[in-house]
């Protein structure tokens, strides 16, 4: 069964059409929940290996997987300082709704603070993005 309790929480196991093992809690102690939860998981990874569909990733672990990839960086101490900085305009965003626009203003509000070549490296360090 796709749908088990262990304790008094609901968990869900099922495989996905990529053929990964998905088994996690359904974090409720209401069955109905539950199964509407399992439906939802279920239509999403059949939507991500059928379909193409990517997840959508948020600013926040955009970053967090960007320093972990970079902590061999001399300089990963500034990067870090700088993503602080940024992380007050995009804390809340998806990264498919981070747009030219507020990076634009984004830079724009740098290059009054600071020097445009300081501005400049802030940018350069979410062009990969």
Request: hydrophobic share 35%; with cysteine; aromatic share 12%.
């Amino acid at each position: 069964m796709s749908l088990f309790k262990r304790g008094n929480t609901y968990w869900v196991r099922f495989t996905s059409s990529t053929g990964k093992r998905i088994r996690e809690s359904a974090r409720t102690t209401d069955k109905q929940q539950a199964q509407e939860y399992h439906d939802r998981l279920k239509a999403r990874y059949w939507r991500m290996g059928q379909l193409g569909d990517q997840p959508r990733r948020t600013w926040q672990e955009a970053v967090v997987r960007w320093l972990e990839d970079t902590d061999y960086k001399r300089d990963h101490a500034k990067d870090i300082g700088k993503l602080k900085w940024l992380d007050q305009f995009f804390r809340k965003c998806y990264l498919d709704e981070i747009k030219r626009d507020l990076i634009d203003h984004v830079a724009r509000l740098k290059k009054a603070e600071a020097s445009p070549s300081t501005a400049n490296r802030y940018m350069a360090l979410i062009r990969p993005f």
